[in-house]
């Protein structure tokens, strides 16, 4: 009978692990279960439940700093740091309303295991560029520190690197250290409407290119609900400099024509539905993430667009595309035959039905070198494979 085993410290965490390899019985590593629908399902003897292991550790905002145990929850996270005029500015996404869960459940380890980013990523980066440190338990049932309380640090390798996205198949995290940014005192949005994919990624392209420091860059092709297509680019920062700003973009982006803008209001929750997908969140159909060269994305979709029934809308300055398969098909030998004729990338699925998941690779094949590097560190990290085995790559 399968059983949930809830540590409450790193301590407990550890002599779980360790009694699982022991036993050879395989876990399968949860926090709120908010990505639990993401990934080829694990097929495993026991649950390891992280959600008790909750709560600040230690919080410095002068030194923009915060050490927090990873079945925290990373709305709590934002919030905290919010009230001191602070923010994670890779803007994790959340992933529930897009896998049929609740908004807000998603907890600082899943952040790390699925290496979560946003909008912002084109300027500040995922996950991994904010880990400063953490605690870990591999599948050894070996404790083990990496990094620290400092924003350089060089000694031996850089673990929270290779643990973000690796989906807890190599080390369960404890606790977890985040490099806190101040979050801007305002932002804008500028909107073009009407254009292309085609031309709407040169006009993302080209504003990421000029001077106005634009934050986030998003094409949606059908709006928000079914509107006019609508080209987003975000400014943020001081009022005086995002007024600057605007200006200076309007004149850069003149011949794509007549603009307009939004305040702040709206400029956070527009860019809060562009990171969790609402253009795609609703229904059941299967849903892709692909990434590639930005100047490649419109062509890739038009592609695909002469193949099956599609909606899709861009991120990234066109580099990220979320893409829903109308007809529920996965299409995913045309999809990555498709990622591959446009210069290459990845391409992710991201939901679709459980039986659907396990026939094929949810995530995108790694070439050979990488997958023989892979393979080396699952060993090193996990030897007898009980940390979510199969989730990424099936028999491993």
């Known amino acids: 009978m399968e059983a949930t085993l809830k540590p409450r410290d790193t301590r407990e965490t550890c002599d779980a692990v360790q009694w699982a390899a022991a036993e050879e019985l395989p876990l399968e590593i949860v926090g709120a279960r908010s990505k639990e629908a993401l990934g080829r399902p694990v097929q495993t003897a026991h649950v390891l439940d992280l959600s008790g292991l909750s709560g600040v550790v230690a919080y410095e905002p002068e030194e923009l700093v915060l050490t927090v145990k990873a079945g925290t929850p990373i709305a709590d996270v934002e919030q905290l740091v919010a009230s001191r005029g602070q923010e994670l500015s890779f ?46 338990v591999s599948g050894r049932g070996e404790v083990f520190n990496s990094g620290g309380k400092v924003v350089k640090n060089v000694t031996g390798y850089d673990l929270p690197r290779a643990l973000c996205g690796s989906w807890g198949t190599l080390a369960v995290a404890t606790t977890v250290t985040l490099k806190i940014n101040p979050a801007a005192e305002t932002s804008a949005t500028f909107v073009i409407e009407g254009l292309d994919d085609q031309n709407a990624v040169e006009a993302m392209c080209m504003a990421m290119g000029s001077s106005a420091e634009v934050s ?131 391409a992710t699925l991201v939901r679709a039905d459980a039986s659907l998941r396990s026939t094929v690779s949810v995530f995108q094949p790694q070439a050979t070198p990488l997958a023989a590097l892979a393979k080396r560190l699952k060993q090193q990290f996990d030897p007898k494979g009980i940390l979510n085995p199969g989730r990424m790559i099936a028999g491993t």
């Not at 952040?111 to 946003?118: D, I, K, R, Y």
Request: aromatic share 6%; charged share 25%.
């Open 91 to 136: 803007e994790p996404m959340d992933y529930g309303p897009l896998l049929g869960r609740p908004a807000g459940q998603g907890t600082v380890g899943g952040v790390l295991a699925a290496n979560l980013s946003g909008p912002r990523r084109i300027k500040a980066g995922a996950a991994r560029d904010h880990i400063l440190g953490m605690e870990a």
């Open 216 to 346: 986030a860059a998003a094409h949606l092709p059908g709006g928000l609900d079914g509107e006019r297509p609508r080209t987003l680019l975000r400014l943020e920062g001081f009022e005086s400099s995002v007024n600057y700003r605007l200006e200076s973009l309007g004149k850069t982006l003149s011949g794509f024509g007549k603009a307009a803008d939004v305040g702040h209001e709206e400029t956070t929750i527009l860019w809060k539905e562009i990171r969790d997908c609402k253009p795609v969140a609703s229904g059941t159909e299967p849903v892709w993430r692909l990434s590639v060269a930005p100047t490649a994305g419109a062509k890739l979709v038009a592609a695909l667009r002469e193949t099956f029934p599609l909606d899709a809308y861009y991120d990234w300055s066109g580099g990220l595309i979320w893409l829903k398969s109308l007809d529920g098909a996965l299409w995913d030998g045309e999809i990555r035959q498709a990622v591959a004729d446009c210069g290459g990338g990845h």
